[in-house]
């Protein structure tokens, strides 16, 4: 009977051991491999993976595009007028591991909070240089294409990459 209750424990240890070794990566997946904390497997590959069990644990990252769609920001143009400008960025995650050491973590929370931040700089930045009839006029394509642009190149640090970057409207402030 002792020998039955060993084999028993042995196989069911054996059996956990066994399934915590192996993880599956979905195509809608970026994973990274810790080890006592630090990462040494980033970036892993789709399918069907192994790693150490108990030693090592697997973090793993929403790959789709997401979307920001925040609150419309207020920003001067070139005549020193104020435009309401709603707008909303189409994202995904590119280095996973540069994104999980930029947004403490990999939260997707501090992401958006950077993104939000950044973009509504690269607005005032295009915004400033510009009167409101070339804001609303025909070089909106020359616009959006440059805000995209400027905007990819703020986000290298965060490990994504800007898909789209519309401004879904413009607006006079209500106050005026």
Known sequence: ???RILYAVFGALSFLLLYGS???VSEKERAIVFQFGEAVRPDIP???QFKVPLIQNVKKFDARIQ???E???RILTVESKYLLVDSFIKYRITDVLTFYKATSNGSFDSLNSLLGQRSEATLKNNF???TVKEVISGE???LMNNLLTSLNNEVKDLG????DFRVKRIDLPSNL
């Open 1 to 3: 009977m002792n020998k």
């Open 22 to 24: 192996f993880f599956i």
């Open 46 to 48: 789709v399918g069907l």
């Open 67 to 69: 979307t920001l769609d």
């Open 71 to 73: 609150e419309p920001d």
């Open 128 to 130: 400033a240089t510009r």
């Open 140 to 142: 909106r394509d020359e």
């Open 160 to 163: 994504v990459e800007i898909i």
